[in-house]
């Protein structure tokens, strides 16, 4: 499967900025454009609960600034599955959501919800919506995807950044493995896999580098650089050194 590894970049935390202060700036309609014009693939958003990010009235407004596909994350509950069916992106991502998590701590445990997320995924599917579990690169948790009918899997990488970052590459080689195994996994399994969660540049080299990966979702680091050398210059270089590692 190697090729072209997709870049969907997230832009949840320039409405995070907005929200801070109010009004109406920094717009993430801007990001989404601005993101799609330096080579993005795809724009991803998370519409928590607590609405701390993305809004709803930015839903439609972003999908006006590109014709690229959307991923949009949510929690397993009847109002985000009434939002997604109205809405109907591309990719309805299912993630676990926590109010007093600053961000998305891990995998989504498919097994132990299966019951609650097969309704839901079934309806999405028969709504035009691909759906995707972040989950952990985990046999256990793949096996529950494959069950519920899940179009993609994105395999949750934060332990993989935190254990390079920190120093112990030794481990984050071993996490980095589980995560290829499990994108082996996925193919043999007719779900496509994917990636995302904390990736850096120092970081996503070794992740891109994964052939059976068809996408990686990063947000936080994207938005971070775009303070220093605005968000055109920082996905453009996320998306050069994808495509060297991906070479």
Known sequence: MTGRLR??????????????????????????AIAAGAGADGITMHLREDRRHIVDHDLERIR???????????AATEEMLGIA???????????????E??????G???AREHNKLAPMIRALRENGSRVSLFIEPDPVQLAAAKSLGADICEFHTG????????????????????????????????????????????????IASIPQLTELNIGHF?????????????????????????A
């Open 222 to 246: 994207l938005m971070g650089e775009a303070i220093f050398i605005g968000l055109d210059a920082a996905v453009r270089k996320m998306r050069e050194i994808m495509d060297e590692a991906r």
């Open 64 to 74: 006006s600034a590109s014709d690229l596909p959307i991923n949009l994350e949510m």
């Open 159 to 206: 332990r993989y950044v935190e254990l390079w970052l920190a120093g112990d590459h030794e481990l984050a080689d071993v996490e980095r493995e589980r995560i290829a195994q499990a994108a082996r996994r996925a193919v043999a399994m007719d779900i496509e896999p994917q990636a995302g969660h904390g990736l850096t540049y120092d970081t996503v080299g070794d």
């Open 85 to 99: 069916l109205k809405f109907r992106p591309e990719t309805a991502m299912f993630v676990p959501e926590k109010r």
């Open 101 to 106: 998590e600053r961000t998305t701590e891990g």
């Open 7 to 32: 870049l969907g970049v997230n832009i949840d935390h320039v409405a995070t900025v907005r929200n801070a202060r109010g009004g109406d700036h920094p717009d993430p309609v801007r990001a989404a």
């Open 108 to 110: 989504l445990n498919a």
